[in-house]
């Protein structure tokens, strides 16, 4: 498949960028399907924690309208449901699956590999 120079709008500032048939290549041989919809800097600025160089939006992630920094990590405590040892989660357990420590994942995790191998 031959790429070619493409000219997209910048999202956030709004100035048009080139998406260059190589950064083409790049995403397809990576197996993205979407175009970029940031500039190369807006792109730098998002990932460094600012909006886009023109975003005037504030950033949030309950709904106010002011950027309040990184999300704070929290912890869950539950009981494994495989070896009854109590540990911490990264997410809230719903109750609909069950919840292991990290070595029972890690070994159901591998008998799922092993056995996924053996068919």
């Known amino acids: 498949m031959a790429f070619v120079d493409k000219t997209i709008t910048c999202r956030d500032c709004r100035t048009e960028f080139v998406f260059?048939?190589?950064e083409q290549e790049f995403y397809a041989s990576k197996g993205f399907i979407n175009e970029p919809t940031r500039c190369p800097s807006c792109r730098r600025a998002r990932k460094a924690g600012g909006g886009g160089?023109?975003?005037?939006?504030?950033?949030?992630?309950?709904?106010?309208n002011e950027y309040n920094g990184p999300r704070e990590k929290v912890n869950y405590t539950v009981v494994c449901a495989n070896c009854g040892q109590e540990t911490t989660v990264p997410?809230?357990?719903?109750?609909?699956?069950?919840?292991?420590?990290s070595s029972c994942f890690d070994q159901i995790r591998q008998s799922n590999r092993d056995s996924?191998?053996?068919s």
Do not use: N
């Not at 160089?53 to 106010?64: A, C, K, L, T, V």
């Not at 997410?91 to 420590?101: A, E, K, N, S, T």
């Open 116 to 118: 996924a191998l053996d």
């Open 20 to 22: 260059t048939a190589g």
């Open 91 to 101: 997410f809230i357990p719903r109750g609909h699956r069950p919840v292991y420590c």
């Open 53 to 64: 160089e023109g975003d005037s939006r504030q950033r949030s992630s309950r709904g106010s």
